[in-house]
């Protein structure tokens, strides 16, 4: 089993940066796949960043050129740096994080971001 543990999400006016911490825990073998989704109430959960063992990082065409993620495997963790934030990037962050093997899909317990003058 594989906890995960978010944190950095905030209120913080438009323009401003955050930065979104995401550590994995317990039983990792191989964490092949590490992302960022987004939710907002009444949406589905949208992908906002991926980045894949040995491969290059994708984003969400409403982030791109704003948003950075990056892994540290030492640390089984992923980050997600936000600037320029607009309101329209309010909503709850979560972590996902795939392995295989074993295949696993986990998911952080959410950090809110908010983004209001």
């Known amino acids: 089993q594989v906890q995960l543990v978010e944190s950095g999400g905030g209120l913080v006016q438009p323009g401003g940066s955050l930065r979104l911490s995401c550590a994995a825990s317990?039983?990792?073998?191989?964490?092949?796949?590490m992302a960022w989704y987004r939710q907002v109430p009444g949406k589905k959960r949208e992908m906002v960043a991926v980045?894949?063992?040995?491969?290059?990082?994708n984003y969400a065409d409403s982030v791109k050129g704003r948003f950075t993620i990056s892994r540290e495997n030492a640390k089984n963790a992923v980050y997600l740096q936000m600037n320029s934030l607009k309101p329209e990037d309010t909503g709850v962050y979560y972590c996902?994080?795939?392995?295989?093997?074993?295949?696993?899909?986990?998911w952080g317990q959410g950090t809110q971001v908010t983004v209001s003058s």
């Open positions: 980045v894949t063992s040995g491969g290059s990082p």
């Open positions: 317990g039983s990792i073998v191989d964490i092949y796949r």
């Open positions: 996902n994080v795939k392995t295989f093997p074993p295949p696993g899909d986990y």
